[in-house]
């Protein structure tokens, strides 16, 4: 390959900026009602940038976002409900990913068909079903119907996941100590999981993510405003801004920006590794 | 006994006999539809047309032919030959003439009626047979077609032309295999003047023909060959379309450009045009679509439509090794429709026949020829299958914790769905339904105890669950194939389309980046992955904000600095189907093309730099080197990346829960599986809800079947 030549560079960059411009036009938009101390309501007038800076928005938000709801408690809720879901999923799963990695078994086929069709179902298939089903159990209110609803959500996503972890690693590392005596057992949880254990954490983190940035789904679940998320708080002021309500559209930027942010650091830094585990462990390397 | 099963006059004699059958069954089907559909728009003009000529042949005064054509947009052919068909009837009041905007008329005089729909009948029973000699199978299909029926067994201009078009093409497929082909090309072209004569709509598949023509000639580089023998071709067509059509004779400039000039101007501005609303694509929600089948005095028991249509695009591949004329023809019709303003549910009769010729291809080689296949290789397979290494012993304590867990928060929730879907459980059963009356229900059901039942009167009211066997699924596809609604066909348009964008731009960027020392590499890159890591609401959320129509940020400045700023021409987006659609896929584009763009990153990285450096060293420009060396390798490593968008695309669900809030047109399934209420008016959300999500889980099976045959050629995922 050559070298670029000055012009090349040049119509590079711009093409670069041109999309930013696109990546960047709708954060922007974002933040500048985020930032804009004047907005009473809706925004009324066409600005690039904030009419009177101030990040009252922001601490209003980051105090009491939802009624009467501390941001504390929202961020709490949503840490337990997006944790737990993830290492239900991951812990409840881990053993079927390592049978199909590892074995062979009548149905085994038809078992990752299944496995592959449910990571693949929008979260929505499951919303009908789980929703008269936590009923009849009478738990659909609470924090653990929420877990349980995310923990579905996530779980074939993570056994796939998980599976292909295990089969990257090389047969001939188990079978070493297995020679050495060691039961299936010993050489699953002094071998084979340490080495699958940074995949399996970042299909735990996918997981994580989906629970962290789940609401609409979310609400149905919910009733009472203490176990409402984070992310829900956001689909209450929207949903207020379709009745009429008054909230400053500044709370829903900032609140937008502040869900945001951890993630896009996340994707920033594990790349590669999310991106992996998106295609079902099949992009290559 | 076999010998005597494959001799060649048996098979004859089944072939026949099929035909005989496919016709038998055309006819019944559409002597029915001629005899108790409800009369539709437009059939009073043209039974009233039928009435003039048949006051001149009464008369027996030919010359009158030449004064008459009522509704002179359509040429007059087969207008006539209503007026013969309802000659020997009782003359009674011209029927009276009325705006194209009028509602359809149910008071048109009969017998006169029934007689011009009977014509239209014969002539589609005829077009079924032909295409029955082709292909019994295809003639099926055609002859079962809701579509096809409909219009052609009502007061339409589409029988005949649909017959003069099909001996058309028939006449110049002869002629590339005949000795004389000018004997068959002139026979061609006298049933395409015959064809402009009944309804200019139809020449289109001429073009097809030209296109077929063009590229055998440059094939053999005779092109001035092609030039030489299309004009004649073409002189004779419009000599025959003058001698068939007596009204231009007394002044065949004006009233020819008179009628053909109505047909722009209705295009752009009629009324019921504007108001349809259609987009670009309409012509494949009909293909989808059985027109209104339940409202039609009960002529059609079963919607077909989406079926065949279904196996039509994927046969189409085997149709174009078989006959490629059929797909060009294909081709040019959708495109023309595409392009063509007016998007009339009729128009799409001109895609009947390949439609049906495409559909059995796709029929033989989706389900014929596999099972065939499994027939013959049934003994085969037996004895060749080694006996498996089964470690189930050792698997099973790994297998049973997971496998109760998955079981009981996936699948028994999917299962029960399925279960769902047979009831009728809706807002008023929901306190039954949750104390124990769903179980009830579906256990009774399926065991058979409980009959199938729906209270006719107040259905989805009542206060217990019942079990009401799978009736909503039928009525569910086809509210979601309804051209108001038009989800289904969205939907797939919608997958393709904006996976196609993101691909693009992905890739373009991945190259780009990939440059050798192109500057500020790593900034860029964390740029762009920036709208993948943003969560899909807030992102919609984030877009709304821009294009929401009253107070989005565009909305604003074009209130502020009038409509002329840039991108102003998106102002209004939300009263036209084709800018909305374009809006839906800019957001969808922002969201996705990152993926794509990593995916193809990874994916260049595993080419070897000396692939590169050998084209350049054969002196292929970077143009050619893009498309002989990067894209070949590319492309299998990026086949389950593109899989994994698509699906995402097809199931994008809060891209539309956010720009809609409330209530959609144009949405995806997944959006309709947690918005169903539209689709009711007696309610009874949850049963249509799980009938929907049924349907989606079962287009998503066929995407995982796709997703496990592409990525083993990529050598991605397999099951080994």
């Given at each position: 390959m050559r070298k670029l030549s000055l012009p090349a560079q040049l119509i590079s960059q711009a093409l670069f900026a041109l999309a930013g411009l696109f990546v960047l036009l709708p954060v922007w938009g974002m933040a500048r009602l985020a930032f804009d101390g004047s907005l009473r309501g809706r925004p009324t007038e066409f600005r690039w940038l904030p009419k009177e800076f101030s990040l009252e928005a922001f601490l209003k938000v980051l105090d009491?976002?939802?009624?009467?709801?501390?941001f504390e408690i929202l961020l709490r809720n949503s840490m337990t409900v997006s944790i737990s879901a993830a290492l239900l999923a991951i812990v409840l799963g881990v053993s079927l990913a390592y049978a199909f990695a590892r074995f062979r078994f009548p149905g085994r086929n038809a078992g990752l068909f299944l496995l592959l069709l449910t990571a693949i179902l929008p979260p929505v298939a499951f919303m009908a079903p789980l929703y008269i089903l936590l009923s009849i159990l009478k738990?659909?209110?609470?924090?653990m119907a929420l877990v349980i609803v995310y923990a579905a959500f996530g779980m074939p996503f993570c056994i796939w996941n998980m599976r292909s972890a295990f089969q990257a690693i090389p047969k001939e590392v188990e079978e070493a100590a297995f020679l050495d005596g060691a039961s299936d057992l010993r050489t699953f949880f002094a071998v084979t999981l340490p080495l699958a254990l940074p995949s399996i954490a970042v299909a735990g983190l996918v997981a994580f993510l989906t629970g962290y940035s789940e609401f609409a789904l979310g609400w149905l679940f919910v009733e009472k405003a203490d176990t409402v998320t984070l992310a829900m708080a956001i689909y209450a002021i929207v949903q207020n801004q379709y009745q009429g309500?008054?909230?400053?559209w500044s709370y829903l930027g900032s609140l937008a920006l502040i869900i945001a942010a951890p993630v896009v650091a996340v994707f920033i830094v594990l790349q590669r590794a999310l991106l992996d585990r998106m295609t079902f462990g099949s992009a290559g390397d | 006994m076999n010998q005597f099963l494959s001799s060649p006059f048996l098979r004859r004699a089944g072939y026949l006999l099929a035909v005989l059958l496919v016709i038998l069954l055309g006819w019944n089907l559409r002597l029915n539809a001629a005899t108790y559909l409800p009369v539709d728009y437009d059939e009073d003009d043209y039974l009233r047309a039928a009435q003039e000529y048949a006051a001149v042949i009464r008369s027996g005064d030919m010359s009158g032919l030449m004064d008459y054509n009522y509704r002179t947009e359509h040429p007059p052919l087969l207008k006539i030959l209503y007026g013969w068909a309802i000659a020997g009837d009782p003359e009674v009041r011209l029927i009276p003439d009325r705006p194209t905007?009028?509602?359809?008329?149910?008071?048109?005089?009969r017998p006169h009626l029934i007689h011009a729909r009977t014509l239209g009948a014969v002539i589609g029973t005829l077009v079924v047979g032909i295409v029955a000699l082709i292909n019994p199978l295809a003639g099926f299909a055609l002859s079962i077609h809701t579509f096809n029926i409909k219009y052609v067994s009502q007061v339409m201009l589409e029988s005949l032309p649909s017959l003069t078009s099909l001996l058309m093409v028939l006449a110049y497929l002869r002629s590339k295999k005949s000795p004389r082909p000018a004997a068959w090309l002139a026979i061609s072209a006298v049933f395409l003047g015959l064809t402009a004569a009944s309804k200019y709509l139809y020449c289109v598949i001429g073009i097809a023909i030209l296109v077929d023509w063009f590229l055998e000639n440059r094939k053999t580089g005779k092109l001035l060959n092609w030039l030489t023998s299309v004009l004649p071709w073409g002189l004779l067509s419009i000599a025959i379309f003058f001698a068939a059509n007596p009204y231009l004779w007394p002044d065949p400039i004006n009233r020819l450009s008179e009628s053909v000039f109505y047909h722009a101007g209705y295009a752009s501005g009629a009324e019921e045009v504007q108001r349809a609303g259609y987009p670009f694509y309409q012509s494949l929600v009909h293909m989808f679509?059985?027109?209104?089948?339940?409202?039609q005095n009960g002529v059609f028991a079963f919607p077909y439509d989406p079926f065949l249509a279904i196996f039509a695009i994927l046969g189409l591949k085997g149709l174009w090794k078989k006959e490629r004329l059929y797909v060009l023809w294909m081709i040019v019709a959708l495109a023309f429709l595409f392009v063509w303003p007016t998007k009339w549910a009729q128009y799409n009769i001109i895609l009947s026949v390949p439609l049906a010729l495409s559909t059995a291809e796709g029929f033989m080689a989706l389900i014929v020829n596999p099972l065939k296949a499994w027939w013959v290789n049934r003994k085969d397979k037996a004895v060749l299958a080694a006996p498996q290494k089964n470690d189930l012993r050792r698997a099973w304590p790994w297998l049973v914790p997971g496998l109760i867990a998955f079981i009981i928060l996936t699948l028994f929730p999917l299962t029960f769905q399925f279960g769902v879907s047979l009831t009728d459980f809706s807002a008023a059963s929901i306190r039954d339904g949750l104390q124990g009356g769903l179980w009830r229900a579906i256990s009774g059901g399926l065991s058979g105890q409980a009959p199938a039942s729906i209270p006719t009167e107040f259905p989805y009211r009542a206060s217990e669950v019942n079990y009401i066997g799978p009736i909503n699924f039928i009525p569910a596809l086809g509210y979601l194939t309804l051209p108001e609604r038009d989800v289904l066909v969205f939907n797939v348009i919608w997958m393709v389309s904006s996976v196609l964008m993101q691909s693009a731009l992905g890739l373009g960027l991945a190259l780009l980046l990939r440059q050798r020392g192109v500057r500020l590499r790593k900034f860029w890159q964390a740029l762009f992955i920036v709208p993948w890591a943003i969560p899909e609401m807030i992102g919609a959320l984030m877009w709304w904000n821009i294009f929401q129509p009253n107070w989005g940020w565009l909305a604003l400045a074009a209130q502020q600095f009038g409509e002329n700023i840039p991108f102003g021409f998106f102002v209004g987006w939300e009263r036209s189907t084709d800018l909305r659609m374009l809006i839906f896929l800019i957001p969808g584009l922002w969201y996705g093309f990152p993926f794509m763009l990593m995916a193809a990153s990874a994916g260049l990285k595993m080419i070897p730099d000396e692939v590169y450096d050998a084209a350049a060293i054969d002196g292929a420009n970077q143009w050619q080197t893009f498309l002989r060396v990067t894209w070949p390798l590319l492309l299998p490593l990026l086949l389950p990346a593109i899989i994994v968008r698509g699906i995402f695309a097809f199931n994008q669900f809060y891209l539309f829960q956010a720009f809609y809030a409330l209530e959609a047109t144009l949405s995806t399934l997944s959006y309709n599986v947690f918005?169903?209420?539209?689709?009711h008016p007696y309610g009874g959300q949850f049963a249509i809800s799980s009938v929907i999500n049924v349907l989606n889980i079962l287009i998503l099976i066929g995407f995982v079947i796709l997703f496990n045959r592409w990525s083993k050629a990529g050598q991605g995922v397999t099951y080994a």
């Amino acid at each position: 390959m050559r070298k670029l030549s000055l012009p090349a560079q040049l119509i590079s960059q711009a093409l670069f900026a041109l999309a930013g411009l696109f990546v960047l036009l709708p954060v922007w938009g974002m933040a500048r009602l985020a930032f804009d101390g004047s907005l009473r309501g809706r925004p009324t007038e066409f600005r690039w940038l904030p009419k009177e800076f101030s990040l009252e928005a922001f601490l209003k938000v980051l105090d009491r976002p939802y009624q009467s709801v501390d941001f504390e408690i929202l961020l709490r809720n949503s840490m337990t409900v997006s944790i737990s879901a993830a290492l239900l999923a991951i812990v409840l799963g881990v053993s079927l990913a390592y049978a199909f990695a590892r074995f062979r078994f009548p149905g085994r086929n038809a078992g990752l068909f299944l496995l592959l069709l449910t990571a693949i179902l929008p979260p929505v298939a499951f919303m009908a079903p789980l929703y008269i089903l936590l009923s009849i159990l009478k738990i659909r209110t609470t924090l653990m119907a929420l877990v349980i609803v995310y923990a579905a959500f996530g779980m074939p996503f993570c056994i796939w996941n998980m599976r292909s972890a295990f089969q990257a690693i090389p047969k001939e590392v188990e079978e070493a100590a297995f020679l050495d005596g060691a039961s299936d057992l010993r050489t699953f949880f002094a071998v084979t999981l340490p080495l699958a254990l940074p995949s399996i954490a970042v299909a735990g983190l996918v997981a994580f993510l989906t629970g962290y940035s789940e609401f609409a789904l979310g609400w149905l679940f919910v009733e009472k405003a203490d176990t409402v998320t984070l992310a829900m708080a956001i689909y209450a002021i929207v949903q207020n801004q379709y009745q009429g309500g008054a909230q400053p559209w500044s709370y829903l930027g900032s609140l937008a920006l502040i869900i945001a942010a951890p993630v896009v650091a996340v994707f920033i830094v594990l790349q590669r590794a999310l991106l992996d585990r998106m295609t079902f462990g099949s992009a290559g390397d | 006994m076999n010998q005597f099963l494959s001799s060649p006059f048996l098979r004859r004699a089944g072939y026949l006999l099929a035909v005989l059958l496919v016709i038998l069954l055309g006819w019944n089907l559409r002597l029915n539809a001629a005899t108790y559909l409800p009369v539709d728009y437009d059939e009073d003009d043209y039974l009233r047309a039928a009435q003039e000529y048949a006051a001149v042949i009464r008369s027996g005064d030919m010359s009158g032919l030449m004064d008459y054509n009522y509704r002179t947009e359509h040429p007059p052919l087969l207008k006539i030959l209503y007026g013969w068909a309802i000659a020997g009837d009782p003359e009674v009041r011209l029927i009276p003439d009325r705006p194209t905007t009028a509602q359809p008329d149910a008071t048109l005089p009969r017998p006169h009626l029934i007689h011009a729909r009977t014509l239209g009948a014969v002539i589609g029973t005829l077009v079924v047979g032909i295409v029955a000699l082709i292909n019994p199978l295809a003639g099926f299909a055609l002859s079962i077609h809701t579509f096809n029926i409909k219009y052609v067994s009502q007061v339409m201009l589409e029988s005949l032309p649909s017959l003069t078009s099909l001996l058309m093409v028939l006449a110049y497929l002869r002629s590339k295999k005949s000795p004389r082909p000018a004997a068959w090309l002139a026979i061609s072209a006298v049933f395409l003047g015959l064809t402009a004569a009944s309804k200019y709509l139809y020449c289109v598949i001429g073009i097809a023909i030209l296109v077929d023509w063009f590229l055998e000639n440059r094939k053999t580089g005779k092109l001035l060959n092609w030039l030489t023998s299309v004009l004649p071709w073409g002189l004779l067509s419009i000599a025959i379309f003058f001698a068939a059509n007596p009204y231009l004779w007394p002044d065949p400039i004006n009233r020819l450009s008179e009628s053909v000039f109505y047909h722009a101007g209705y295009a752009s501005g009629a009324e019921e045009v504007q108001r349809a609303g259609y987009p670009f694509y309409q012509s494949l929600v009909h293909m989808f679509f059985s027109p209104y089948w339940w409202w039609q005095n009960g002529v059609f028991a079963f919607p077909y439509d989406p079926f065949l249509a279904i196996f039509a695009i994927l046969g189409l591949k085997g149709l174009w090794k078989k006959e490629r004329l059929y797909v060009l023809w294909m081709i040019v019709a959708l495109a023309f429709l595409f392009v063509w303003p007016t998007k009339w549910a009729q128009y799409n009769i001109i895609l009947s026949v390949p439609l049906a010729l495409s559909t059995a291809e796709g029929f033989m080689a989706l389900i014929v020829n596999p099972l065939k296949a499994w027939w013959v290789n049934r003994k085969d397979k037996a004895v060749l299958a080694a006996p498996q290494k089964n470690d189930l012993r050792r698997a099973w304590p790994w297998l049973v914790p997971g496998l109760i867990a998955f079981i009981i928060l996936t699948l028994f929730p999917l299962t029960f769905q399925f279960g769902v879907s047979l009831t009728d459980f809706s807002a008023a059963s929901i306190r039954d339904g949750l104390q124990g009356g769903l179980w009830r229900a579906i256990s009774g059901g399926l065991s058979g105890q409980a009959p199938a039942s729906i209270p006719t009167e107040f259905p989805y009211r009542a206060s217990e669950v019942n079990y009401i066997g799978p009736i909503n699924f039928i009525p569910a596809l086809g509210y979601l194939t309804l051209p108001e609604r038009d989800v289904l066909v969205f939907n797939v348009i919608w997958m393709v389309s904006s996976v196609l964008m993101q691909s693009a731009l992905g890739l373009g960027l991945a190259l780009l980046l990939r440059q050798r020392g192109v500057r500020l590499r790593k900034f860029w890159q964390a740029l762009f992955i920036v709208p993948w890591a943003i969560p899909e609401m807030i992102g919609a959320l984030m877009w709304w904000n821009i294009f929401q129509p009253n107070w989005g940020w565009l909305a604003l400045a074009a209130q502020q600095f009038g409509e002329n700023i840039p991108f102003g021409f998106f102002v209004g987006w939300e009263r036209s189907t084709d800018l909305r659609m374009l809006i839906f896929l800019i957001p969808g584009l922002w969201y996705g093309f990152p993926f794509m763009l990593m995916a193809a990153s990874a994916g260049l990285k595993m080419i070897p730099d000396e692939v590169y450096d050998a084209a350049a060293i054969d002196g292929a420009n970077q143009w050619q080197t893009f498309l002989r060396v990067t894209w070949p390798l590319l492309l299998p490593l990026l086949l389950p990346a593109i899989i994994v968008r698509g699906i995402f695309a097809f199931n994008q669900f809060y891209l539309f829960q956010a720009f809609y809030a409330l209530e959609a047109t144009l949405s995806t399934l997944s959006y309709n599986v947690f918005n169903s209420g539209g689709f009711h008016p007696y309610g009874g959300q949850f049963a249509i809800s799980s009938v929907i999500n049924v349907l989606n889980i079962l287009i998503l099976i066929g995407f995982v079947i796709l997703f496990n045959r592409w990525s083993k050629a990529g050598q991605g995922v397999t099951y080994a």
